[in-house]
Structures are given as structure tokens and as C-alpha cells.
């Protein structure tokens, strides 16, 4: 359900789900939105599905005896984050040259009940092709409009000044809440990371199987752009 609400105290979702969705668009139009009983059923079905293949995944030994299972982490061991809300992005590229990447939410504060940001929206909180992954952050609903992710995915490799391609995505008096990484693959084992934003700051990191150690970096408002090639 797309929205276009207004309110002082909330961000004005692009898209909600769910009772809280319904509940609030009745409020609006005063008009009475029913469910599909059966489609509730489907859905509770195919949830009952995969969450059986989930938890079978957990109690079945690797087939790749080098593959070791992954060490569940212990609430106690885990750093308070209480109060943190912020987005996560991860691009990442393995020894075979494959891409992944997948984008966290950021948070509930200011939102809606039921409402959807970016990273359920294919194309606007992140996207792949064979060479390049990217993944987004900031405004939401904006994020969205713009489809963002696969907007700067083929406006990249065709601009001769990549600084400039976040600022292309906007016309030139729209406010501009956003940021993105991006990792292309290069010939000769290299890659190419660039972030950039148009953010209050932004924070990001990475790692090679050539370098000693991780690199984290925050990106201010006077400096917002990364770019940098490394040897995967």
C-alpha cells in the first residue's frame, strides 16, 4: 500500500504493510480496507515452509569439511547498542570474483507502523550486476522514489566524472538525504570502492585479502566523497 500521508511527527511513508497500514489509511479516507483471508493463509504457509528449511540448515553438518558452521555469539558477549539506529551495507566480493551484497534497515525512529524503507524495495536500498554491487543509505522514501541503488548502478560506468553521478540523480533544488558504497570489480584482480553521500557524516570500511588489516573511514559533510582502487 502506497502512501502519501502528511504529519509533524512522522516521516510520510512510501510504502506500508500490514494492520498498522490499514489502520491508518482507514483513518485518512474514511474508507474500509478488508483482507484476503486466503492470501493470510498463503503467506503463513510459505512462512511454515522456509522456516523449517531454516532450521534444518542449522542442525545439518557441512558437506565441505573445511566449511566450518558458524559459532552462535552469546547475548553476554554482545556490546549494549541500545538506542543505535543506523543502516548497515555490506558489499563483499570472494576469491572467485562473485559479488553479494545486502542492506540492513535503519531504524524505527520517526516511522510509521508498518512501514517499508528502502531495502525491501529492489533497485533502492541495494543492487548487483556481475561487476558492480552498491548499497544505499539515508532517506528512505526518497531512496525509494529514486530507486536509487540501480539508478547509480548504470549511471556509474557511463560517467566520465563519477563525483558528480549522486548529484545527477536529483534535480538541482531537491534536498538530498542519502549516501551509497560501491564496489566494481576491475581487470587485473583490482576493485574499485567509492562512497559517497550527502549526509551530515557517513562511516564505512574495508578489507582485502592484500591488506594487514581493515580500513574504517568517516566521511564529513566538506569531504564526502571516497574513491579508491585496491587489490582484491
Known sequence: MTQNCTSSDYIPPRLMVG???????SKMDNSIVQTNIATK?????VLQKHRKYFEKSQT???????????????????????????TVGVVC???LGRMACATSSGGSVMKYGGRLGQCC????GSFLTPNLGIVTTGNGEQIINKLLAVT????IPASSNPMSVLDSCFTENETKMCGFVMVGKEDGGLATIHVQHTLTNMTFGFVSSSMKQPVAKILSESNPVFVQMLKM
Do not use: M
Open 41 to 45: 493463509r498463503s503467506i503463513k504457509t
Open 60 to 86: 545439518e553438518q557441512p558437506k565441505n569439511p573445511e566449511c566450518k558452521q558458524p559459532q552462535r555469539v552469546k547475548e553476554d558477549d554482545v556490546t549494549s547498542l541500545e538506542g543505535v539506529q543506523d
Open 121 to 124: 524495495v529492489h533497485g533502492a
Open 152 to 155: 547509480l548502478a548504470f549511471k
Open 19 to 25: 494492520q498498522d497500514a490499514i489502520d491508518l489509511y
Open 93 to 95: 566480493v570472494d576469491i
